[in-house]
């Protein structure tokens, strides 16, 4: 409870700003005489607190459950979902109405960096805000480059992941200090190399990616031809084309790269029970 003092003729008017009681701010205007015997309740008006709309977004159920009882009593926050893959958190955007998704990188299926540059084309009201262990430049800025306006790393405490949000909600950008002199020393060393040398994932199209990523997680051919709503010739032809730009020679070839450049991750138990996923789901 704050409060502003202001005298007027022998009378002390004090504005109380801060009470919060039901998810209502009450704004209390009081008198008391100097001689303090009696206080007055003057006026009361009551305004509700705009409360940001979350949408988390991570595999890991544990981690999210711990987020949304870190963030339950939080008064100008709501935590209205959670979801495991970058494709249903563009799926879920929509219908949760979310002001912010919190997104982790590494997913299966879509990952962090494709999800948040298709919940930019689709819903350009909703930030995006990282949560990762990657503390790599790359990876920092392929995520801004997406859309992201805020980097949190999971290591982070809970008052750094608190700014972080309201930054973001009070239309500002977010860059966790953990990652900030990987930033510095990337965007120097770029500047050194008038241009740097691009990351190999670059040189690949958006959908050479997809391809890629759910072939490293198991999917085949017809599998990801239903989910991305193309035929297998055209993935097949995705594939060749990802596979000769990155001189790689077979499947194992893509896992490997896959994974050495968090664009998949391996579960072991994705195949069953995520390939009857793929095929409950189209993309929207």
Aim: positive net charge; hydrophobic residues 40%; charged residues 25%.
């Amino acid at each position: 409870m704050g409060t502003s003092p202001h005298l007027f003729g022998g009378i002390i008017l004090s504005l109380h700003t801060l009470l919060v009681l039901g998810g209502k701010k009450y704004y209390v205007i009081i008198t008391r005489r100097i001689g303090g015997r009696r206080v007055n309740f003057t006026k009361r008006t009551a305004m509700e607190t705009k409360r940001a709309r979350l949408l988390l977004a991570d595999d890991h159920q544990i981690l999210c459950d711990g987020l949304r009882v870190l963030l339950s009593s939080e008064p100008d926050i709501e935590v209205v979902g959670r979801v495991g893959t970058g494709y249903d958190a563009l799926r879920c955007v929509g219908s949760l109405k979310a002001d912010i998704v919190m997104m982790d990188l590494c997913m299966p299926q879509t990952n962090g960096v494709e999800a948040i540059a298709n919940i930019k084309r689709r819903f350009p009201e909703t930030k995006s805000i990282v949560l990762t262990f990657h503390k790599a430049e790359e990876y920092v800025r392929a995520a801004f480059d997406a859309g992201a306006v805020g980097y949190v790393l999971k290591d982070d405490g809970q008052d750094q992941l608190l700014v972080a949000l309201r930054s973001v909600m009070s239309g500002k950008t977010y860059l966790s200090a953990g990652v900030c002199r990987e930033v510095v020393t990337g965007y120097l060393k770029t500047f050194k190399n008038n241009g740097g040398i691009r990351k190999s994932w670059e040189i690949l199209s958006h959908r050479e990616r997809e391809v890629i990523k759910l072939i490293a997680e198991g999917y085949r051919n017809r599998e990801i031809a239903e989910y991305l709503s193309l035929s297998p010739k055209t993935v097949e032809k995705h594939r060749a084309t990802a596979m000769q730009k990155l001189r790689l020679h077979n499947i194992a070839g893509i896992t490997a790269y896959a994974i050495e450049n968090g664009l998949a991750v391996i579960h072991q138990d994705n195949s069953v029970r995520d390939r009857k996923r793929l095929s409950r789901y189209t993309p929207g």
